[in-house]
């Protein structure tokens, strides 16, 4: 490897680091820097899209963007699956209930595999979301409760309050005003 390489790679690592803390600012500068960048090996250009895609979806709200580039990504050379939750986000934000509950379902075989508890949470709430757009949606059959213990188990939170929350929505919207009344109050514990 050149140094050229691991400055590239450098870059993209710092880049994607950017993104998840919120330094929009600097990754998008990092961004236009990679831009000029030219004859990228195959996992870098496929890392790339997979940052671009992230970056327009997180800070841009451009799904369709955002979408295109994480589309472009071969598995074949940039094996890191956790760009199908992306995926996923960004076609429920678009309304695409069913591109998003299958990427996610993608996802979430990843997260399993590799014992992610904490975005396991995330991708099968983000499924639940899915599911609840339906008419047709018993509260008494959802995975809410044992997510929830999973969540206070594990210590996450933020998590079991979002949970609660989404819960006490769904009872609420369908007319169980007492039970919604109850998890709203323990998600502001």
Not at 72 to 89: F, G, H, M, R, S
Not at 129 to 148: A, H, M, N, R, W
Not at 168 to 175: E, I, L, S
Request: with cysteine; aromatic share 18%; charged share 25%.
């Amino acid at each position: 490897m050149k140094i050229q390489d691991f400055y590239r790679l450098y870059t993209l690592v710092l880049t994607r680091y950017y993104i998840q803390i919120g330094e929009n600012t600097r990754a998008n500068a990092l961004i236009d820097e990679m831009d000029c960048w030219q004859e990228l090996s195959p996992h870098d250009q496929n890392m790339l899209y997979h940052i671009k895609g992230k970056f327009y979806l997180d800070y841009q709200g451009e799904y369709k963007l955002a979408i295109s580039y994480l589309k472009k990504i071969n598995v074949t050379y940039y094996n890191n699956p956790e760009y199908y939750y992306d995926l996923a986000v960004a076609y429920m934000c678009m309304n695409s209930h069913v591109l998003a509950y299958h990427f996610a379902s993608k996802a979430l075989h990843f997260f399993r595999r590799e014992n992610c508890f904490n975005r396991i949470l995330e991708t099968e709430m983000l499924m639940l979301i899915q599911v609840e757009q339906e008419e047709i949606f018993d509260t008494k059959d959802s995975g809410y409760p044992s997510l929830i213990e999973m969540a206070d188990n594990l210590g996450l939170k933020d998590k079991k309050a979002k949970l609660l929350h989404n819960y006490a929505y769904q009872h609420f919207r369908n007319g169980y005003y007492e039970k919604a009344f109850e998890y709203y109050s323990q998600s502001l514990d």
